[in-house]
């Protein structure tokens, strides 16, 4: 789904007389729809243009019927950005298991930089996984001592180096 797209909601319940409508995308309230008549209710919301970009829940939920299964959606921009900044230039993991999070920001006409950190359309690679790995959202993880590259979409990169420190677990 697109972030500013109109979204047509059915909802079916067995529960009557529901006269609001709470729609919920990765936690954050988007819209509140009267209804009214029997189920199935129908509504149509419009998926702020400010929404957080990547994988969220989207939850309806009705004053009540309770909330329903969420469902999981891909929020993403219809329009590239304009140009694309990643930060942190390098990261220093302290020890084997510690975790940073790179951040890309795109500039789009009009508003700015926005998080685009966890967009589905970024692809984030180790060039040695042996020393650290990435995850689908830019969280980087120390495996051991040494040092290597991520890269964000092929085009920018980000210098690792992991202390090859290891933490014992804490006795029980």
Same mark, same amino acid.
Do not use: C
């Given at each position: ?11 079916? &319940? +067995?529960?009557? #007389?529901?006269?609001?409508?709470? =729609? *919920?995308?990765? @936690? ?6 009267? %209804? ?13 243009? &400010? +929404?957080?970009? #990547?994988?969220?829940?989207?939850? =309806? *939920?009705?004053? @009540? ?6 469902? %999981? ?100």
């Amino acid at each position: 789904m697109t972030a500013g797209q109109e979204l047509t909601i059915d909802i079916w &319940t +067995a529960k009557d #007389g529901i006269a609001m409508i709470l =729609v *919920m995308l990765g @936690g954050m309230p988007i819209e509140a729809k009267p %209804v009214s008549g029997s189920p199935p209710y129908r509504v149509s919301v419009r998926v702020p243009p &400010t +929404a957080r970009m #990547g994988m969220s829940e989207l939850v =309806v *939920m009705g004053r @009540g019927a309770g909330g329903s299964y969420p469902v %999981v959606v891909d929020v993403e921009r219809a329009e590239a950005p304009q140009s694309i900044r990643v930060s942190p230039a390098s990261l220093d993991l302290h020890y084997i298991g510690d975790r940073n999070q790179i951040r890309v920001m795109g500039s789009y006409a009009g508003e700015g930089e926005v998080d685009i950190s966890k967009s589905t359309r970024l692809t984030y690679e180790s060039e040695n996984p042996r020393v650290a790995t990435v995850n689908g959202e830019g969280t980087v993880t120390g495996v051991s001592g040494g040092s290597t590259r991520i890269r964000v979409n092929r085009q920018f990169s980000v210098d690792v180096r992991v202390a090859g420190i290891v933490v014992p677990l804490p006795q029980r």
